[in-house]
């Protein structure tokens, strides 16, 4: 039995070696389309970038905020990617607003910061928008104002708190006041440096990675799924009577579907290994592209980049298997595994990032194996291996086999009643 098994996985590899040409034409038209809509967004965002810059105007009424506001504002990050500050007297925010010169204004009344010391209105700062303003929402810069004060309130609580130990605990008034002074110092310089105080993680809607980076890792996913479309002549020949003809000598159901899917990982193999070469060449003979473009400085990284997406080459070729399973011939399994490459790789984020997607299918998404593909080779570029991701891929895996196995039997079955 294992001996035939052999031979018709043999026969099966080399009938997928031979597809190979028109495997890797169809792959170059798709780089190509890839390629283009990458190199568009990446305008379009940069562009949006751009235009999205908003200036505020700033109204410093009171003594603290006058020398220590702007270097709050000028060290966040948000100041340099999308507030402009100005300060500015409230007559010159005023007209500035009027002639558009302005997207909002901010004033500060005097002895502002004294009123969050002392427990008084901490919502106290006023912010004016133009009568037809659409590029700023007013519930962000009232946000803006209640975390800065919140802030400012938390710092004075510790300062309060610590003086009253110290002085339950027989401290003395100079060392109290000496002790009051540095400990505001401390607080201001956390308010002001906020890395020290907060954790930051990356919300970015490409994972942290630029615009091509994110495209070719979800190109890798989409070539690999309609890589199938070319394995339509290997999966659904008409071999029958082979089949049953290695079904009388033991060679069952499951043991062809397994032999199939072996034959398309060899294929998805052969292509990814071959992308994988591509860019060694490039990574030898102008290794500051391979920097630029990808990251990748060493060959290590560009090494754990293709081993870490291999998991990937699993779950591609057993949902390929299963659609053609599904499919009642040739044609059908071709039509249906680009319909549903297409949804699927919409819905998972592969064509636009999941980010600008509605929230539901942003939901559906998640579930998709494109989107746990999509995660792995994201992870392999950025150099993270994300073990829980990959347990879901092998589970998916194991899952799609399981059902192609369970619909070629069924299929056997029927024809045999």
Excluded at 1 to 11: E, P, S, T, V, Y
Excluded at 67 to 92: C, H, I, K, P, W
Excluded at 167 to 184: C, P, S, Y
Aim: glycine share 8%.
């Amino acid at each position: 039995m294992w001996k035939l098994f052999r031979k018709f996985l043999g026969l099966e590899s080399k009938r997928a070696v031979k597809i190979l040409p028109q495997y890797y034409l169809g792959t170059a038209l798709l780089v190509t389309l890839f390629a283009v809509v990458a190199l568009a967004g990446n305008a379009v965002m940069n562009d949006n970038e751009k235009e999205d810059r908003v200036t505020i105007a700033l109204v410093m009424q009171d003594t603290y905020l006058k020398n220590y506001g702007m270097d709050v504002l000028q060290s966040s990050a948000s100041a340099e990617t999308t507030f402009r500050f100005e300060s500015v007297s409230e007559e010159e925010a005023l007209a500035g607003l009027r002639d558009g010169r302005y997207d909002g204004a901010m004033v500060f009344p005097e002895n502002y910061i004294s009123s969050i010391f002392n427990g008084g209105d901490a919502v106290a700062a006023k912010f004016y928008e133009p009568p037809t303003m659409n590029t700023l929402d007013q519930g962000l810069m009232e946000g803006l104002l209640e975390v800065g004060s919140g802030l400012i309130a938390v710092s004075d609580s510790y300062v309060s708190s610590a003086l009253a130990f110290a002085e339950k605990n027989g401290a003395e008034q100079g060392e109290l006041d000496a002790m009051q002074e540095a400990m505001e110092m401390m607080m201001a310089s956390r308010v002001i440096n906020r890395n020290d105080s907060f954790v930051k993680s990356d919300a970015s809607d490409t994972g942290g990675q630029t615009l091509v980076q994110y495209y070719f890792c979800a190109g890798i996913v989409v070539l690999l799924m309609l890589g199938g479309v070319a394995c339509g002549t290997l999966l659904k020949s008409d071999t029958k009577a082979l089949e049953d003809q290695l079904a009388m000598h033991g060679v069952k159901t499951p043991l062809l579907a397994l032999a199939r899917y072996l034959a398309v990982l060899i294929l998805f193999l052969i292509f990814y290994t071959t992308v994988f070469l591509i860019l060694f060449f490039v990574w030898l003979g102008k290794p500051e592209t391979m920097e630029k473009v990808f990251d990748i400085t060493k060959f290590p990284e560009l090494l754990n980049w293709y081993l870490s997406g291999l998991p990937i080459l699993l779950l591609a070729a057993a949902v390929v298997l299963l659609v053609y399973a599904f499919a009642a011939n040739q044609i059908g399994g071709i039509l249906f595994l680009f319909l549903l490459t297409a949804v699927m790789a919409y819905a998972s984020g592969c064509i636009v990032p999941s980010a600008y997607l509605p929230k539901a299918v942003r939901e559906i998404g998640r579930y998709l194996p494109t989107y746990t593909m999509l995660k792995v080779s994201v992870g392999g570029l950025r150099q993270k291996t994300d073990f829980a991701r990959m347990g879901i891929l092998v589970i998916e895996t194991i899952v799609a086999l399981a059902a192609t196995m369970g619909i070629m039997s069924f299929g056997k079955w029927r024809e045999q009643r």
